[in-house]
């Protein structure tokens, strides 16, 4: 990320990414933080290859017709923003 992206965006996903680690270290406050680390890493891919699911199904969906189907999953992904 370090040049490619805005100041703004970058402070953005720190604090996402902040925000994560405060909660999975809520759950699990034995974790130290390297384990921390990974265990957001593995939980913030987990959630992005879902959306990537989610969105491959709106655009087949959306290909095929169905746009009721369409609308729905496209609630979905944005409840899920």
């Not at 290859?49 to 959306?62: A, D, N, P, T, Y």
Request: proline share 1%; glycine share 6%.
């Amino acid at each position: 990320m370090v040049g490619t992206e805005s100041t703004g965006h970058m402070r953005l996903v720190a604090s996402i990414v902040d925000d994560k680690m405060r909660e999975i270290s809520v759950l699990n406050p034995t974790l130290d933080s390297g384990k921390l680390a990974v265990l957001t890493a593995v939980n913030t891919v987990n959630e992005m290859l879902k959306l990537r699911e989610e969105v491959e199904s709106l655009m087949v969906g959306i290909r095929r017709g169905f746009v009721v189907e369409a609308i729905h999953l496209a609630s979905f992904f944005i409840a899920l923003l």
